[in-house]
């Protein structure tokens, strides 16, 4: 008699495990980084985006298995430690979307795409069990963002390092400040973050564009991500709350929707609107699952 069997999570609360609705947000990194590399997203290469999607959802639901202890403490309604979710379905949640994101990036890129994906996979899983908890938290997810731009970049990877330096400078400020969600940031840390959005915008429109149209289309989705996450980020500043705090990370997780566009506008417009399509939608779904 082995006892009653183990139950399957339900969708809804893999959903949450993940973060579904946020997968939104970093749909643009690949799509950045082909524009940047002058390299299309058709064909098979719609799968890299894919893959960034399966990417982040693994690391959303290893951050989770490896918080577990601390979430039963700070944030008991968390899929683990509310008994919705195991430890063990959590892990190897992560570790199924981590082989499923390397082979998307296989179909769609070839060996090329492989490696970056390699490093990719290793730096997300690198960030949630070693390094989130300590000062290189921030740097390791940068680097986990700006791989994922580069993700895009084909075998041009040097004509998207300033695409993968404004999406990881964005990705510093955000996670440094997040750490600030449960008991309050300190106000330094929030002026940091606003620097940080400053450096990304700069490199965000900075550099040749296609034409004339690509470039007043980078300047406004540029100048649109500078208002979204500054504004939201100078509050925090000024009061350090873990409300605001909190409120601040998400407007900094959906700001990264504007920049990846305002990346991408430079070599191509039409892909710069399909990335923007994705920031309501994702602002729509995160009052029914948050992205934080």
């Excluded at 990036?105 to 290793?122: D, F």
């Excluded at 959906?254 to 305002?262: D, E, I, S, T």
């Amino acid at each position: 008699m082995g006892g009653d069997p183990v139950k399957a999570p339900a969708v809804k609360d893999l959903a949450e495990l993940v973060r579904a609705p946020a997968a939104l947000t970093v749909l643009g990194d690949t799509v950045a980084g082909s524009a940047a590399a002058g390299l299309r997203m058709t064909g098979r290469r719609l799968l890299l985006p894919l893959a960034s999607v399966a990417f982040y959802w693994a690391g959303m639901a290893l951050n989770d298995w490896a918080d577990r202890r601390l979430d039963a403490v700070e944030r008991p309604e968390r899929p683990i430690p509310s008994g919705r979710v195991s430890p063990s379905a959590a892990l190897g949640t992560g570790a199924g979307l981590t082989a499923a994101g390397l082979g998307l990036a296989a179909l769609g890129g070839g060996r090329t795409a492989v490696r970056a994906a390699v490093p990719l996979a290793a730096s997300v899983w690198a960030y949630d069990t070693v390094f989130k908890p300590t000062p290189a938290g921030p740097p390791a997810m940068a680097l986990c963002r700006a791989l994922d731009v580069l993700l895009g970049a084909g075998g041009e990877p040097r004509r998207a390092l300033t695409a993968a330096a404004a999406v990881g400078v964005h990705t510093l400020g955000v996670t440094a400040l997040s750490t600030g969600e449960v008991h309050g940031a300190n106000p330094n840390t929030a002026r940091a973050a606003l620097a940080t959005s400053s450096v990304a915008t700069t490199l965000a429109v900075a550099g040749p564009a296609f034409g004339r149209w690509n470039r007043l289309a980078s300047l406004a989705a540029g100048s649109g991500y500078a208002g979204f996450v500054g504004r939201a980020q100078a509050d925090a500043a000024r009061d350090p709350s873990a409300q605001v705090v909190r409120a601040a990370t998400r407007t900094g997780i959906h700001g990264m929707v504007p920049l990846q566009a305002a990346v991408a506008a430079k070599g191509s417009v039409a892909g710069a609107a399909l990335v923007a399509v994705a920031l309501p939608i994702a602002r729509r779904l995160s009052r029914k699952v948050s992205p934080t």
